[in-house]
């Protein structure tokens, strides 16, 4: 599948969650109360867990478990939620190359959330909520190898240890479908007013995601140094060939979230 397909998939994508989105808060709005003006508002904080699956089948990969923290704001309506995170991403320390180094991964991400309630009750319900949710989120992640090869041995540059790698540095880009179930254990609503009870800070409740991403478009970049014969002098000495590798990874990420929501 070419890039320029690829591209308009995404973007109907991107145009259908929008579309949805619209006519899911239209419909909120046509059935709460217009006569009691709620607080809606909020801002978020939470922590992801995300299990990585990400090969290229040449050797490069993100595979292990990382951390996400996101930071974010929204709406939360009577039966659906929409809200937007910026996220750093910490994480995975895992082995990588046939496992011959330790790599160390950290990078940023952009995230948009829209959940609906699957129950007829509203999500502030004292019996707790759930829903199905969707998630779009586009991130950059940086990996860099630490210390020695693992399977080096003595000189580096002995004839034994041809074919292995050091400095190592991978980056990856890549769009993420998040389909998920949620859970929400939320405050009942306040009306909006002038009140120093009315305008504080106060923690709304907290939202539990549980899902799968799919990578629908990840591309990365690889540098790193190889241990070759130098075939150019005649010499025959072992050196360091730098090298630089590209594609696309295949894959997904098992993904759980908890964000705290404070409304304001």
């Known amino acids: 599948m070419n890039s320029n397909r690829i591209l308009a998939i995404l973007f109907a994508i991107v145009i259908k969650v929008l579309t949805v989105s619209s006519y899911l808060f ?4 046509a059935q709460s109360n217009t006569k009691v003006k709620v607080s809606e508002r909020f801002w978020s904080f939470g922590f992801d867990g995300v ?16 951390l996400e923290v996101a930071i974010g704001t929204g709406w939360l309506k ?12 910490l994480g995975p320390y895992e082995l990588a190359r046939s496992q011959q180094l330790n790599v160390d991964y ?56 041809i074919g292995q790698i050091n400095n190592y540095y991978l980056r990856a880009s890549y769009l993420s479908v998040l389909p998920t179930v949620f859970f929400s254990w939320l405050k009942e609503e306040r009306v909006k007013g002038n009140t120093p009870e009315l305008l504080k800070t106060r923690n709304e409740g907290y939202l539990l995601m549980l899902g799968v991403s799919f990578h629908v478009l990840a591309s990365y970049t690889a540098r790193f140094n190889e241990k070759v014969r ?5 010499s025959g000495e072992i050196i360091d060939r730098k090298l630089k590798e590209s594609g696309s990874f295949r894959g ?8 705290s929501l404070l409304g304001v």
Do not use: C
Not at 110 to 138: H, K
């Open 26 to 29: 239209a419909a909120d709005k």
């Open 51 to 66: 299990r990585y699956a990400l090969k290229a089948g040449d050797g490069n990969e993100i595979t292990g478990h990382g």
């Open 78 to 89: 009577r039966k659906m939620f929409f809200f937007g995170t910026f996220n750093v991403l």
């Open 106 to 161: 950290s990078g940023t991400g952009l995230a948009y959330w829209m959940g609906y309630s699957a129950q007829e009750l509203n999500l502030r319900s004292p019996n707790g909520g759930y829903g199905f949710s969707i998630g779009l989120q586009y991130s950059d992640i940086f990996g860099k190898s630490f210390g020695r090869n693992r399977f080096e041995k003595g000189d580096p540059y002995s004839p034994n240890n």
């Open 230 to 234: 130098d075939e150019t002098t005649g």
């Open 252 to 259: 997904y990420s098992l993904f759980v979230s908890l964000t």
